[in-house]
Each structure stands twice: as C-alpha cells, then as structure tokens.
C-alpha cells in the first residue's frame, strides 16, 4: 500500500531545492516566471525544466466533456463532478515521489484544518498527468489519503483519476499548468497547484509555491460558490480580505476595512439617531399621560 509521507515532518533542503527548480516556480497573471537555471535535479535536463511552469488563467473554461476513468475504473466525464459543488483540482503524477508527496501531504494538513469536507462543500479531483498510470494505483493512492485524512465520508467527493494524454493535455492547456516528460528520469517535471474551479467549470483562483493556507483555501471555496457555501462569518471575511494573484494569498485590504467601518459607523449613528427619537417620544407620550392625569 503507498502511504502518505507524515504531514508534519518538515521537508528537508534538499527537497525544497528539488521542489522549486521542478517547478516552474510561481505564477503571475499574464506570464509565468522561468525556472531557476543551475543546481538540477539529478538527471533532469535543462530544457525540459524551462517548459515547466503554471500561468494562472482565471475566469477561463475548463472542457468538462473529457473522459476519464475514476479510481475503480469507471468510464466517467469530468463534467461529472461539476455542476452543484465548486472543485478542488490538483493536477500530479502519482508514482512520483518528491514533489507529488510533498504537495499531497501540505494539501492533507489544510484540509485537516478546514470545516469543509469533500463531497459536502466541494468536490476534490487529483488528475494524474502520466497516462500510463491506472485506476488500480489511483485507488491506492485514494484509500492511504483518505484513511490518513480521518473522515470517510470524504470518500464520496475525493476522486483519483486517471486518462489518455487525449484528455490529461486539453485540461493541463486550460489551466495554465505546464509539464514536461524526462526520459532521462522517466518522470514528468511539473508546478505545484491547487486549482479552485467553480461549479459551472470557469477557473476561479489558484495556490501555488507549496502553500495551500486552510483560511485561504476556505475562502476561495466560498468565492468559487459565489456564497453558496461557508458562513455569515466568511461573508464578512471576504468583505476585508483581497486575492492577490501574484502570491495566490488573501491579505488585509486596508482600504475596503475603512469602507467597511466608514459603513458600520453610519449605520451605527443611524441606529443611535432612532433610539434617541423614539426616547423622546416615549418621554413626551409619558409627560402627556402625567398631565391628563393631573388634570383629571
């Protein structure tokens, strides 16, 4: 059985070092910086580390009419997973052992974190861009993250799937995600990612550079549901907080704060305004009921 390195042991240098040249490091809107020159991964040649890179194409289509097959072998479409539920996409090679682990298992700890759940708030697809790779070992690798995952009923919206370069390089091509073959090392160079896809298929934000915050990822869900899912609370978070593409983090907008306590502070003296009228009259009305009284 493949198991899943330990969420919590911290990668070595080394692993670092190989992660960010296998890489093609981050990605900008627009363009995609290059990946570092010198000091490769064993075997893997130059040129096929410069082909490497991840160009975020947000708000573009991804093609859910294109065939795969599930982690039991099932003939399936991608559209099928699409629809009701924003989705997940993280595209890997599974044999791979590096990179691949290291990305998996950071993504594992985050979704530890988070109160959404696969298959109840969002679907979560692993795409394996090695066509020779087949269910069986797909479904390996579904059973060793679920059981390290801790919650079966994940199971039901956390799929594996496997394909044809046919359908792996239409779906790579429109999210921006450039891998390349070696042969020297018999394994695919590729970015880290993890792809946020709206329910009706358009790329909706992206997390990249081997973090994947659980805050962050949360509230990119909510945004790829437009609202649909998270709580009052998230509304609010997102009221405050701005993606920024060129880190794939949310940070602090300052600016949309002083709105929003600009907004609260009208409303507020609004509020006090009401009060303070209403005070008056009962006041007034208690004054009136005093004299009547009196009079009578």
């Not at 692993?15 to 290059?34: D, E, I, R, S």
């Not at 993280?90 to 990179?99: A, N």
């Not at 594996?160 to 160079?189: C, E, M, N, R, W």
Request: one cysteine or more; charged letters at 20%; aromatic letters at 8%.
């Amino acid at each position: 059985m493949i198991r899943p390195v330990n969420p919590s042991r911290k990668p070595t240098r080394a692993l670092w070092a190989a992660a960010a040249l296998a890489l093609g490091l981050l990605a900008t809107p627009g363009h995609a910086q290059k990946s570092m020159s010198g000091g490769l991964p064993t075997g893997v040649q130059e040129q096929t580390i410069k082909q490497v890179r991840l160009d975020q194409q947000l708000n573009a289509q991804v093609p859910l009419d294109l065939p795969f097959r599930d982690e039991t072998g099932k003939s399936v479409r991608l559209g099928d997973y699409f629809g009701s539920k924003p989705v997940m996409l993280v595209l890997i090679q599974y044999r791979c052992t590096m990179l691949c682990n290291e990305e998996m298992n950071i993504l594992l700890d985050s979704l530890k974190k988070m109160q959404f759940t696969p298959g109840k708030e969002f679907n979560l697809l692993i795409v394996s861009i090695d066509p020779r790779e087949q269910p069986d070992l797909a479904a390996d690798k579904k059973k060793s993250y679920l059981e390290a995952y801790g919650r079966p009923a994940a199971a039901a919206g956390w799929h594996y799937l496997t394909g044809a370069d046919s359908s792996i390089k239409p779906l790579a091509q429109s999210v921006g995600f450039h891998y390349a073959y070696d042969a020297h090392t018999d394994q695919y160079a590729h970015p880290d990612g993890v792809i946020l896809v709206t329910p009706q298929g358009k790329v909706s934000r992206y997390f990249f550079r081997l973090e994947y915050p659980a805050r962050d990822m949360r509230l990119g869900l909510v945004e790829a549901s437009s609202n649909q899912i998270g709580s009052a609370i998230d509304a609010i978070a997102l009221l405050c907080f701005h993606y920024n593409p060129t880190t794939g983090k949310y940070s602090l907008a300052l600016m949309k704060v002083v709105r929003l306590a600009g907004i609260l502070t009208v409303l507020a003296m609004a509020v006090g305004v009401v009060v303070l009228k209403q005070r008056d009259r009962l006041s007034r009305r208690r004054l009136g009921d005093a004299a009547f009284l009196g009079e009578g």
